[in-house]
């Protein structure tokens, strides 16, 4: 039953004065599509594996989709980021908990008492944490939030008006800062991605594709759009923003459970009951004080002027044509014949996490207008340039699929597709290519494992006793080791030693990524594939998330063979 309250009513109400700006430039050309190259184009210098992805085209057979998500984000605490983990971790700013009780000027405090674009009863709540966020970003976290503006200044035409389109408050625009201060690139180290932070269960339950080519939680305008679904979803599932927020924050299910729990009438009265809830359904501070912070920063945005802020300019986004390119295009030579490198190109193009498209579909690459004609011109003939985000290999005595694969991080399915191999031998003395990753040159690890250390420092809650392990101290917190090493930005287990500060992260974090899984999974309880060719049971447990066995009870398969078009069922777990 929806729960809907005055408040949730006026927050539809927009607020003219948050974007009583100049006149946004949005940019509404359709995509531009790339003429497919000539049959001889095509034949010169590709290999066979590459040349039939890209003649098949996208109504053609795909190969296995690789997406587990174990390669998806970076792992902070074991060394240099493997291919393709081009992401950031979330600069503390984003995370920090609630600051200290602030002394505000009588400036700060008649702005903080206009009224807000969501028109939150601020009476119900603490307004101080609402002061508090609102000193913090003015004051310790100044240079920080100005580099946040900065950095939205591209994406805020685009984010306002698919929020327009979507019949959405229009102060929703300000979640990314919130989220991840507007960083398509951010990670956290629970495993959310891009500015909106999508966790990749919920991103692909939103249309977003998350896999070893691409993670399209990191592209700015695909992301948003599944945003605004997402938060419309929410707004229906609560019938009030203050819930549909807290569920952004923590998970649907996770507020669900403590409504039913509690029979809250709304967010503040579910706050208000929060040491009712047992440990694991309890709500994090995270997650009590969201709301308040979300409308801290929509009053600094409103007020950027009178606290001091450079204005937003509204038309600082890129002049951009959107190109569909085959499978397998080489992306880095695609950004040279521009003139741009790989760094200028990925800026544009944040989801790619290769330098090769993925070479089963046709997918769309953002180019500016002004480097256009060249670019488009490559697209037709692109054997007018050597490769770029390819690495040529020649095989010698004793190389196999699995130990390039290995040596390379790129697994043996991509090698065979790209090369058009069926086994797993190779001949001594041919050549084999692959895709380069997006990172361009890794991550040194102690850079990694330094930056970690510090934000867990500055958080750290517990002090290594002389008895303690790391095992011992994740069963006292109810947490995986592999999570506490992560969050210390340790290189192991082993790496914990008495006397050491360490951040534990709230259990409840693991219950609310949990439940966040379990609700994506709940509403969609059986799924229907197809099956192509190439595809294997154990191929399709991997994708899927399930085991072998369990696959082939429920569609009663007694051995290992799958047949090309044949339907399976495939059960949420």
Not at 191 to 209: I, S, V
Request: proline share 6%.
């Amino acid at each position: 039953m929806k729960r809907i309250s005055l408040t949730s009513m006026a927050g539809l109400c927009l607020l003219g004065s948050l974007w009583s700006c100049s006149a946004m430039n949005i940019d509404n050309a359709g995509p531009v599509k790339a003429q497919q190259p000539g049959p001889q184009a095509e034949t010169r210098g590709l290999p066979a594996g590459l040349l039939a992805a890209q003649t098949r085209g996208i109504a053609g057979p795909h190969a296995p989709v690789l997406d587990d998500d174990m390669d998806l984000e970076p792992d902070l605490s074991e060394g240099p980021l493997t291919p393709g983990q081009t992401g950031t971790l979330l600069e503390p700013e984003v995370t920090a908990p609630v600051p200290p009780a602030p002394q505000l000027t009588e400036e700060q405090r008649r702005i903080l008492a206009q009224q807000s674009g969501l028109e939150f009863d601020l009476d119900l709540f603490d307004s101080q944490e609402v002061e508090r966020y609102f000193a913090y970003f003015t004051g310790p976290a100044r240079e920080t939030f100005a580099r946040w503006l900065k950095r939205a200044e591209t994406h805020l035409p685009h984010v306002r008006q698919t929020l327009l389109n979507h019949g959405l408050p229009q102060d929703l625009a300000m979640l990314p800062f919130a989220e991840s201060g507007y960083n398509c690139n951010a990670y956290s180290w629970a495993g959310a991605g891009g500015m909106w932070q999508f966790m990749p269960a919920t991103g692909r339950k939103f249309g977003l594709t998350v896999d070893w080519w691409i993670d399209e939680r990191r592209d700015p305008r695909l992301s948003t759009e599944a945003a605004a679904r997402y938060l419309a979803f929410l707004n229906d599932m609560f019938g009030d923003w203050h819930l549909a927020l807290a569920a952004y924050n923590a998970g649907e299910g996770k507020i669900s459970r403590a409504l039913e729990v509690t029979n809250a009438e709304d967010f503040l009265d579910l706050v208000s009951q929060n040491d009712r809830l047992n440990r694991k359904m309890r709500l994090k501070p995270e997650t009590q004080h969201y709301v308040p912070k979300f409308i801290a920063i929509t009053k600094i945005f409103q007020n950027l002027e009178a606290l001091g802020f450079e204005p937003v300019r509204w038309d600082a986004a890129p002049s951009l044509e959107t190109v569909l390119v085959p499978g397998g295009t080489d992306l880095l030579a695609l950004a040279k014949s521009g003139g741009m490198n790989w760094e200028e190109f990925h800026q544009l193009n944040p989801a790619f996490r290769r330098q090769v498209s993925p070479p089963d579909r046709k997918v769309a690459v953002s180019i500016p207008r002004a480097k256009a004609q060249p670019m488009l011109a490559y697209l037709q003939n692109p054997n007018v340039l050597p490769h770029a985000g390819f690495i040529a290999h020649t095989v010698r005595k004793g190389d196999t699929l699995r130990s390039l694969s290995k040596r390379y991080g790129v697994p043996q399915e991509v090698i065979r597709q790209i090369n058009d191999v069926n086994s797993g031998t190779l001949q001594a003395g041919e050549c084999v290519m692959l895709p380069q990753s997006g990172t361009g040159e890794k991550v040194p690890e102690k850079a990694l494992a330094s930056k970690t250390r510090k934000i867990a420092s500055d958080r750290a809650n517990y002090v290594v006793r002389k008895a303690d392990t790391a095992w011992t101290i994740s069963k006292r917190f109810k947490i995986s080791v592999k999570t506490l090493v992560a969050a210390n930005g340790l290189s192991s287990s082993k790496a914990i030693k008495p006397g050491m500060r360490l951040s534990i992260p709230d259990a409840s974090e693991q219950s609310a990524q949990k439940t966040r899984v379990q609700a994506a999974k709940a509403r969609e309880q059986v799924t229907r594939y197809t099956v192509r060719q190439g595809d294997t049971i154990y191929s399709l447990s991997r994708r899927f998330g399930v085991t072998a066995d369990a696959l082939k009870a429920w569609n009663k398969i007694k051995g290992t063979d799958l047949r090309a078009g044949e339907s399976l069922k495939v059960y949420a777990q």
